[in-house]
C-alpha cells in the first residue's frame, strides 16, 4: 500500500465553513452501473484517451473536491503530480461515507468508486449543486486507473481502499487516526488505455487558476514532485479578479468592473464585466463551474438584458435621442469582457462534454439578477455608464458602415456555387459533411492543390499574401479585404450575426500554408480570424490544419516525405549510405502528385483539429501575438524565446 501524502495538515488549515458537522452517511448515495463498458469505450465518459481525455481525469477528481466546496464544506484542495506518473487530490471536505448502504450491502466509498453515477448528486441530499462530468466522477477514473487508492478522514478515524484497473483489493479498512475530515484520492492512469500518461503540469495549472476564479475564497494547490515546483490560487475576488487578468495590458473604459451575486429562485447568477478599448467580445460562461463553450440560456439572458438596460439607460440619460435607434448586442459587447457563473439546482447540459446549458428557466434568472444589478451600477457610476454607452455608440456607427459591406456578402454566399469566387475550384459534391475547402497560401501552391486534389470532395480557394489582420480591426474593415469576403462567401454561412452553421458549405475547412515563417504568419492569421468572427467553425470541430511534410529525404529515386526531426533521421538510416534530406519550406517545392501523397490524400495525409479548451488562455495568447500592444507581445517572446522549434531567419 502507498503512502498518502497528507499534505493539507501541516499547511496553515482555513477553518471549516458552518454547516460542516451536517451529516453525509450511505444513504446519500445512489447507484447505476458500468466498469467494463468504462474500459471499452472511454472516450464515451472522458472524451477521449489522448492527453485531453488523460488530463480530464484530473479534473473529474478535482471537480468532486470542488463540489465540497460549493455545498459549503471544503475551504482547500491540494494536488500533487508524483514522479511515478501518479496524480493525487486531497480536500478537506466532510470525506466520503464509510459506512453500509442499506440496499447495496456494501461500503458507500465503495459504491462510489466502483458503480457509475454513484454518488451525492442524484437526489440523496448529498449536494445542492455540483459539477463532474454527469456523475461518471471519480468512478470513471478508477475504472481507466491501472491503480487507485483513497484515503478518507472521517469520524477520528483514516480509513483506506486499493484498486487495481477499478477492480477493489480488498474492503475499507481503518489504518490510522486523525483530528480532521477530508478525502484523499491518488490514481496512476492505465497505459492499456492512454497511449501517453504523462501529466501537462501547465494544462492542469490553467484548469485549477480558472476553478480558483469561479470559487472564491476557495484555496487550491499545485505541487508537481518531479521538478520541486509549486503554486497556490486563492482569490478574494473570484470572477471580478478573473475579468481584470483578462483585461490586464488594456486600456479600460469602467475602472471598476460591475458585480452582482444574486439568487434568484434556487439559481445562484454571478456576473462579473468590464469593457475594455478594443473591438473584441470576450465572454466566458460557465454552470457549476464547467465552461459551457457553446454557451446555453445563461449566456442568452445575459447578453438580452445586457443589450436592453444599456438602451433604456441610454435614453433616460439623454445619449440616446427618440429618433435614434436602439443600440444592437453587436454595438454593446464590442470591447466587453464578461464571466458568468451559474449555480443550477439540477442543471440540464446538452452533449457529452457539457458545451451547452440547457435549462430555460436559467435565462430568466440570469436576465432578472443583470437586469437589477446593472440598473443600480449605472446609476451609481455614470461616468462609466456614460464611457461605455458612448463606446457602444461609436460601435454602431462602424455597424452602419459595414452594413452594406455585410449584406453583399451575405447575399453572395446564399447564391448557388456559379456565383463562388472566382478563385475557388469547388468541388462537387454537395452533402457538406463529404466536403472539404482547402485555404492555400498563394496562387501557385493553389495551382499545384487543384491539380492534385480529389476534384469530388476537395474545393481550393488560394489566398494571395497576408491577410488582414482582424485582431486590430473593426468588422467594418474586415469586411474590406476582398480574401476575406472571398472566403466568407465560399463557407456560405454568413457573418455577424447572420451567421448559421446549418449553412457551411464544407465540415472541413483545411489550413494548407508552407512551413516557413511566412506560412507560420498565414496560419496565425486565419486562426484569428476563425477564433474571433467564426468561433462556432471551431466549436463545431470544422476546422483543421494541414501539416505538410518538413523534410525530404532521398536517395536515387527513392523519396521519404517526414514530418519531424526523429523521423528524418530514421528515414535517413532506413536508406541508407549517401541519403541525402532537405529541410521543405514551400509547398510549391512539390508537384501535384506528391502534394496529394503527403498533404491532401485521406489515407496518407497529417491533419491537426483546431479545437479551444481553455478560451480565457487562447484569448490571451492571440491578443499577445496580434494586437497593437507592442510590450506584450515583446513579453511573450522573451518567455517563450527557449522553447522555439525550426525557426528560419
Wanted: glycine share 10%; with cysteine.
Amino acid at each position: 500500500m502507498s503512502e498518502a501524502r497528507n499534505l493539507l495538515p501541516e499547511r496553515k488549515r482555513r477553518p471549516q465553513p458552518l454547516g460542516a458537522d451536517v451529516a453525509y452517511t450511505a444513504d446519500q448515495i445512489q447507484v447505476l452501473e458500468g466498469r467494463e463498458h468504462v474500459r471499452r469505450r472511454p472516450s464515451m465518459y472522458i472524451g477521449s484517451t489522448t492527453t485531453t481525455g488523460l488530463h480530464h481525469l484530473v479534473y473529474e477528481v478535482v471537480d468532486n473536491a470542488v463540489d465540497e466546496a460549493l455545498a459549503g464544506y471544503a475551504t482547500e484542495i491540494m494536488v500533487t503530480l508524483f514522479a511515478d506518473g501518479s496524480v493525487q487530490v486531497e480536500d478537506n471536505g466532510r470525506g466520503i461515507p464509510v459506512d453500509m448502504h442499506k440496499k447495496e450491502g456494501l461500503s458507500a466509498l465503495e459504491l462510489v468508486l466502483t458503480r457509475l453515477n454513484a454518488g451525492g448528486k442524484f437526489g440523496g441530499g448529498g449536494y445542492k449543486v455540483s459539477s463532474g462530468l454527469h456523475g461518471v466522477g471519480v468512478s470513471a477514473v478508477n475504472f481507466l486507473s491501472e491503480k487507485l487508492e483513497v484515503w478518507v478522514h472521517l469520524g477520528g478515524k483514516v480509513y483506506n481502499m486499493e484498486f487495481e484497473r477499478g477492480v477493489p483489493k480488498g474492503s475499507v479498512k481503518a489504518v490510522g487516526k486523525t483530528d480532521h475530515t477530508g478525502t484523499v484520492v491518488r490514481f496512476w492512469p492505465d497505459p492499456q488505455i492512454f497511449p501517453d500518461t504523462k501529466f501537462d503540469r501547465e494544462v492542469i495549472q490553467r484548469r485549477l487558476r480558472e476553478m480558483a476564479y469561479l470559487n472564491k475564497r476557495l484555496e487550491i494547490a499545485l505541487a508537481d514532485e518531479n521538478v520541486g515546483f509549486t503554486n497556490t490560487f486563492y482569490f478574494e475576488g473570484g470572477i471580478v479578479s478573473f475579468v481584470r487578468a483578462l483585461n490586464r495590458d488594456k486600456a479600460v473604459i469602467n475602472p471598476h468592473p460591475f458585480y452582482v451575486d444574486r439568487e434568484v429562485e434556487g439559481t445562484q447568477v454571478e456576473i462579473a464585466l468590464q469593457y475594455n478599448d478594443t473591438f473584441v467580445e470576450n465572454v466566458l460562461a460557465f454552470a457549476n463551474t464547467i465552461h459551457t463553450i457553446e454557451g446555453g440560456s445563461h449566456l442568452t439572458g445575459f447578453r438580452s438584458a445586457l443589450t436592453n438596460v444599456l438602451n433604456r439607460y441610454a435614453r433616460k440619460a439623454g445619449i440616446l435621442k427618440e429618433q435614434d435607434p436602439n443600440l444592437s448586442g453587436e454595438d454593446v459587447r464590442e470591447g466587453l469582457t464578461a464571466v458568468i457563473s451559474v449555480k443550477v439546482l439540477d442543471p440540464q447540459f446538452e452533449g457529452q462534454t457539457k458545451g451547452k446549458l440547457g435549462n430555460a428557466e436559467v435565462q430568466g434568472h440570469v436576465s432578472i439578477a443583470l437586469t437589477e444589478g446593472m440598473t443600480q451600477y449605472l446609476e451609481e457610476n455614470p461616468g462609466d455608464g456614460r464611457r461605455i454607452v458612448e463606446k457602444s455608440l461609436t460601435a454602431a456607427r462602424a455597424r452602419e458602415a459595414a452594413r452594406k459591406a455585410r449584406d453583399l456578402v451575405q447575399r453572395k454566399s446564399l447564391l448557388e456555387s456559379s456565383t463562388l469566387p472566382g478563385k475557388l475550384a469547388d468541388c462537387s459534391e454537395r452533402d457538406p459533411a463529404h466536403c472539404e475547402l482547402y485555404i492555400v497560401e498563394g496562387d501557385s501552391a493553389g495551382g499545384t492543390a487543384k491539380g492534385g486534389r480529389d476534384r469530388r470532395t476537395q474545393a481550393i480557394l488560394p489566398l494571395r499574401g497576408k491577410i488582414l489582420n482582424v485582431e486590430k480591426a473593426r468588422l467594418d474593415k474586415v469586411l474590406t479585404s476582398d480574401e476575406i469576403r472571398n472566403l466568407i462567401t465560399a463557407m456560405g454561412a454568413g457573418v455577424g450575426d447572420n451567421f448559421n452553421i446549418e449553412k457551411m458549405r464544407y465540415h472541413r475547412v483545411i489550413t494548407m500554408t508552407d512551413a516557413d515563417v511566412d506560412g507560420s504568419h498565414i496560419r496565425t492569421l486565419l486562426l484569428t480570424f476563425f477564433y474571433r468572427y467564426f468561433p462556432q467553425v471551431i466549436e463545431k470541430g470544422y476546422l483543421y490544419m494541414a501539416q505538410p511534410p518538413l523534410f525530404k529525404v532521398f536517395k536515387g529515386k527513392q523519396i521519404i516525405w517526414c514530418h519531424s526531426e526523429g523521423d528524418r533521421d530514421k528515414a535517413v538510416r532506413q536508406l541508407g549510405k549517401n541519403a541525402e534530406s532537405a529541410r521543405m519550406k514551400g509547398l510549391g517545392e512539390m508537384n501535384a502528385e506528391e502534394l496529394w501523397q503527403t498533404t491532401m490524400n485521406p489515407a496518407t495525409r497529417v491533419l491537426l483539429q483546431v479545437n479551444v479548451e481553455d478560451a480565457a488562455a487562447v484569448n490571451d495568447t492571440f491578443e499577445k501575438l496580434m494586437g497593437p500592444d507592442v510590450e506584450p507581445r515583446k513579453k511573450f517572446i522573451q518567455a517563450h524565446a527557449k522553447s522555439v522549434r525550426n525557426l528560419d531567419i
